[in-house]
């Protein structure tokens, strides 16, 4: 029975109500209801899969839109839709214990080749979890080509050297022992723990390499000829570094930040000797190593770099990144 008897002016699609009729407007007439398809089944039938397909990828469409990830994530594995990607037992610890967060929470990852993904939290248990990349947040971007060589600090200020280095754009982080290092012992793992730890909070989509420390000699008898060395001079016998980068726009860079007590006479003139090393200036005053390591790549960045570009936490994607 396809549609009620009576007063066509009154009838409704079956199983609606009089408030159906206030809902819908126009009165459907005895005529409309009886619509079939040719092969005997009727139009409703036909269209309410159809409809309930439709508001499946709707409320999952809004589903996606509403996960946002909660932390942000390092991993070496590869990135794309499906994969199963097992938590370090260090990020598990992070992400269920400290971040209180469980599955089918939202994690950003990146892993310095395929850009930053959406994942999901999956299996969640007191000391591990899974991740489930789900949809590609943004491409992998290019970064400034900058490297910087250091002479080990004591105590954390090397920490902070490699913490704030990572945060301004060094692609590699490299370690040099010179005649006045203070410190004699450089702990690589932990150099290359902290570097991923501010790429992950600073919205970086690499991490920089961090090298095994060498000595000075090493460092520049391997230093590629075709990358210039910028050394900063305390003495005030360098150049401008806006004029420098001015005359090779196009040269890759890395910078030598000498020990608290300067470079060696010795070690000076083993510099000047080589082609491809320019002293520069870093202004009137003289800076501690850290301060000139961080003022030499700022310079660079605001001059050659990437701070012409804008942050991309503009497109909605916002996370929480503080340990």
Not at 71 to 100: C, P, W
Not at 248 to 267: H, M, N, Q, R, V
Not at 304 to 309: K, L, N, R, V, Y
């Amino acid at each position: 029975m396809l549609h009620q008897q009576g007063n066509s002016n009154n009838q409704v699609p079956m199983g609606r109500s009089s408030r159906a009729k206030c809902k819908y407007g126009r009165i459907l007439s005895g005529a409309s209801l009886s619509i079939q398809v040719a092969s005997g089944i009727s139009l409703s039938a036909v269209l309410y899969p159809l409809v309930m397909a439709l508001i499946y990828l709707l409320a999952y469409d809004r589903a996606m839109t509403d996960l946002k990830p909660k932390a942000r994530l390092f991993t070496r594995n590869d990135l794309k839709a499906g994969a199963n990607i097992a938590a370090s037992k260090e990020q598990a610890h992070y992400l269920i214990n400290v971040m209180r967060l469980g599955n089918g929470d939202g994690v950003a990852l990146f892993n310095g080749r395929d850009g930053d993904w959406l994942a999901a939290i999956t299996d969640a248990a007191k000391k591990s979890c899974g991740l489930s990349p789900e949809q590609q947040l943004r491409p992998q971007m290019e970064e400034s080509d900058v490297w910087l060589a250091f002479a080990p600090l004591k105590k954390s200020r090397t920490d902070f050297i490699v913490e704030k280095a990572t945060e301004l754009g060094a692609t590699r982080l490299l370690p040099v022992f010179t005649e006045h290092t203070n410190s004699g012992r450089v702990k690589t793992e932990r150099l290359a723990a902290i570097a991923i730890e501010a790429s992950e909070q600073c919205d970086r989509m690499s991490v920089p390499d961090v090298a095994e420390a060498s000595q000075l000699t090493d460092l520049l008898d391997n230093w590629p000829t075709d990358r210039l060395l910028l050394v900063p001079d305390e003495t005030g016998g360098g150049k401008e570094l806006k004029s420098i980068l001015a005359h090779a726009p196009d040269s890759k860079t890395g910078f030598l930040i000498g020990p608290e007590g300067g470079f060696a006479a010795s070690e000076l003139d083993a510099l000047d000797k080589l082609p491809f090393v320019r002293r520069i200036g870093l202004g009137p005053r003289i800076l501690r190593a850290e301060t000139a390591a961080l003022s030499a790549l700022s310079c660079y960045q605001a001059l050659a770099g990437d701070w012409d570009h804008q942050p991309r936490f503009n497109n909605g994607y916002v996370f929480n990144a503080h340990k």
